[in-house]
């Protein structure tokens, strides 16, 4: 498996020399963009476009087109592995991704098994395929999952959560059956992105997405070990290549230097963490990822340049810096600030970073 074209944002990753900061951005291909949308609409449904490798290619390759990004992130969503585990997702009009068979029930849990990603995730690796052979060596392709708390969030409250009483309840009350779940979704994780790494993807994220909501001590019982156990079973190159790995966890800044230590090859920060600061507490170790609050998308174009270039002094020179968001682009983002986004990121770092 040769490099990409464009090999930027993997050598950023690994900590290799680079000519510019790369840019991607989490949820790239999503509603803020009409050519998305209208591709959803002939999906029929959010979960059809998942499940359907040509559109969901279609999906992954628009912003590329649209933007000078550094990287393409394969379209799918977190919750396809529990969906994978006979939870049945599906997406309530207003309301998000909701499941038909949460777990509740202790035989349910104990029943739970990890699913054949090359059979019941098949759809996922056929949309990996047909991605890689769109592109054709021109920019590297993101792999990912959910991260096994935040799978478990879902999974035990049947849907998005403002306060995770019914699986915090459970973390506290029967840690047997939680850590139950999280050993299973660790094994499916581990196996969904390995295979995904087969398929063709050339780095892969673990989105940690409600890990901030955790204390301190559970944190690292229940969201970073089992992160841990899942870096170290991914496989760490295929075809000859180098597959870096990338740890999301939003609000998760008090713990950099826990979670650099797990193994993988950077770190993802959200917006609340100074970049700077970052760099000087781990980046000796792991490359970085970040940070830019996806709301100052809604000022200027001129602004959004203007914080961009404050992201990218943060973070200051040398190689080992991502640029992205601190979370999902808004559905609500005017593209053309995403234009912006992407120019100034690319310029400023070329004309002051000394990468």
């Given at each position: 498996m040769t490099?990409?074209?464009?090999?930027?944002?993997?050598?950023?990753?690994?900590?290799?020399?680079?000519?510019?900061?790369p840019i991607w951005l989490m949820r790239q291909a999503g509603r803020y963009l009409p050519e998305y949308n209208e591709t959803r609409r002939r999906a029929g449904s959010f979960l059809d476009l998942c499940k359907t490798p040509q559109l969901a290619c279609e999906a992954t390759l628009q912003p590329l087109a649209r933007f000078d990004l550094d990287a393409a992130i394969l379209f799918s969503d977190i919750l396809t592995v529990p969906d994978a585990m006979g939870l049945g997702l599906y997406f309530a009009e207003g309301e998000g991704p909701r499941f038909e068979r949460?777990?509740?029930?202790?035989?349910?849990?104990?029943?739970?098994?990890?699913?054949?990603?090359?059979?019941?995730?098949?759809?996922?690796?056929?949309?990996?395929?047909?991605?890689?052979r769109a592109l054709n060596h021109s920019l590297p392709l993101i792999g990912f999952s959910g991260s096994p708390w935040t799978l478990a969030c879902y999974m035990v409250e049947g849907g998005s959560s403002a306060d995770y009483r019914l699986v915090k309840t459970m973390l506290y009350d029967r840690p047997d059956l939680l850590h139950r779940i999280l050993d299973v979704t660790t094994t499916a994780v581990t196996d969904y992105l390995n295979a995904q790494i087969e398929?063709?993807?050339?780095?892969?994220?673990?989105?940690?997405?409600?890990?901030?909501?955790?204390?301190?001590?559970?944190?690292?019982?229940?969201?970073?070990?089992?992160?841990?156990?899942?870096?170290?079973?991914?496989?760490?190159?295929?075809g000859g290549?180098?597959?870096?790995?990338?740890?999301?966890?939003?609000?998760?800044?008090?713990?950099?230097e826990a979670i650099a230590a797990i193994g993988c090859d950077a770190v993802?920060?959200?917006?609340?963490?100074?970049?700077?600061?970052?760099?000087?507490?781990?980046?000796?170790?792991?490359?970085?990822?970040?940070?830019?609050?996806?709301?100052?998308?809604?000022?200027?174009?001129?602004q959004v340049a203007a914080e961009a270039c404050r992201v990218l002094d943060s973070f200051g020179a040398g190689s080992g810096h991502v640029f992205n968001l601190g979370h999902g682009i808004s559905q609500f983002t005017p593209p053309e600030h995403v234009t912006a986004l992407v120019d100034a990121v690319h310029s400023h770092s070329r004309r002051g970073s000394g990468n």
């Open positions: 490099r990409p074209t464009n090999d930027t944002f993997l050598r950023a990753l690994l900590r290799e020399p680079v000519e510019y900061t949460p777990l509740r029930s202790e035989w349910e849990i104990r029943d739970l098994t990890a699913p054949d990603p090359n059979v019941h995730l098949r759809y996922v690796m056929d949309a990996v395929a047909e991605i890689r398929s063709g993807v050339q780095a892969v994220m673990i989105f940690d997405s409600w890990g901030g909501a955790l204390s301190h001590a559970a944190y690292r019982e229940f969201s970073l070990s089992y992160m841990e156990r899942i870096v170290a079973g991914l496989k760490k190159s295929h290549e180098r597959v870096p790995s990338i740890v999301f966890t939003k609000g998760g800044g008090q713990w950099l993802g920060l959200d917006w609340t963490t100074d970049l700077g600061e970052a760099r000087q507490r781990i980046g000796h170790r792991v490359a970085l990822q970040g940070n830019l609050d996806p709301m100052a998308l809604f000022a200027s174009p001129q």
